[in-house]
């Protein structure tokens, strides 16, 4: 099935290209992106194509676009919504695109849903990576990060941190406002615009997509995997990213299973024999539990040595080009990754 068509349209020409520039590299994105630069264009499109969500300028909006049959219309204001505009939803047009997006999607969230483009299996093209290990402070977040940050040079890729604490409004020096407690929520209600959901709260650490983690433990342990896997489904159907790397933590209930479900499991291990025991001790219960399939997808690393990040806000370039990235990028050179 064909994607519904988000339309932009703005008079100034530089700033409609710009921002379709960034929504087509906007992988989170469930929709195909047309756009305008004048009323007239747009109408002629409308006139043979249905546009599901049209971001229009105050000075591009006339009376023949208020009559075409647009599922939703929000108006990129320059300040204070003029008053005929009242009926519509609108946003600042001179703030960053992520934001934009993420207020678009919010307010078409509220009452829209967005139609399947794939059938209900997950894609054989999402390719599911996990990072986990049964030891604390191994630099698995590190080097999720890292991996992450790399890959997405090449395909389009998305994080989750399924930690309990993960840090990251500390780590970026940010709050924010929608977290994957939000989309979590949404999955046990049975939202059916998820993937609109998801689109609102995507954020970016350098060029690499990721949903900022959970706010409580609560939300992770509580979590049935029923829904993770719903979760997953709706990232493959909905969105165009090719890889999700998953940072797994312990306190998953089912955390076996969501391993099953990844291509290749990474586990970073360390030498000294309280963690050689303990990752014994994970090895059996695998086994135990028949799970040996997990044993024979996972790639064990001896991470080297990294400083950590510096103090201030995060910089992923820190990672990229630390000692954990020239480790990955040997990885992928060996066909690890």
Excluded at 94 to 102: D, G
């Amino acid at each position: 099935m064909k994607k519904q068509i988000f339309a932009v349209c703005d008079t100034e020409a530089e700033y409609a290209r710009n921002f379709m520039d960034y929504l087509n590299r906007k992988k989170s994105i469930p929709f195909e992106v047309q756009a305008f630069t004048s009323a007239e264009s747009l109408i002629a499109f409308a006139g043979k194509n249905h546009v599901e969500v049209l971001l229009i300028s105050a000075e591009a909006m006339c009376r023949e676009i208020r009559e075409l049959d647009i599922g939703k219309v929000i108006i990129l204001t320059e300040g204070v919504k003029p008053p005929e505009f009242g009926g519509y939803a609108g946003v600042y047009k001179y703030q960053a695109s992520s934001q934009i997006v993420r207020e678009v999607m919010a307010c078409y969230g509220e009452e829209k849903s967005v139609l399947p483009v794939q059938s209900p299996a997950m894609k054989r093209s999402t390719d599911i990576l996990g990072i986990y290990s049964p030891l604390g402070r191994c630099l698995k977040t590190s080097f999720a990060l890292t991996l992450g940050q790399i890959l997405a040079k090449e395909r389009p890729v998305l994080y989750l941190n399924l930690e309990e604490y993960a840090g990251f409004e500390e780590l970026f020096g940010r709050s924010f406002s929608g977290t994957l407690s939000d989309l979590l929520y949404f999955v046990q209600q049975g939202e059916n615009n998820l993937s609109v959901k998801l689109g609102g709260m995507v954020q970016t650490a350098g060029i690499l997509d990721f949903i900022p983690p959970v706010q409580s433990p609560l939300d992770i342990r509580g979590t049935p995997w029923q829904d993770w896997i719903r979760l997953l489904q709706e990232i493959s159907m909905h969105t165009s990213y090719e890889t999700v790397i998953l940072d797994i933590g312990n306190g998953i209930d089912e955390v076996f299973q969501l391993l099953d479900l990844c291509r290749t499991v990474y586990m970073p291990v360390r030498s000294d024999r309280m963690s050689v025991c303990k990752i014994a001790q994970f090895e059996k219960l695998l086994q135990m539990l028949d799970y040996s399939q997990v044993l024979a997808k996972t790639v064990k690393m001896k991470l080297p040595f990294y400083s950590g990040v510096q103090r201030g806000a995060f910089q992923p370039e820190q990672l990229v080009w630390s000692e954990l990235g020239d480790y990955v990028r040997e990885m992928i050179q060996k066909g690890l990754v």
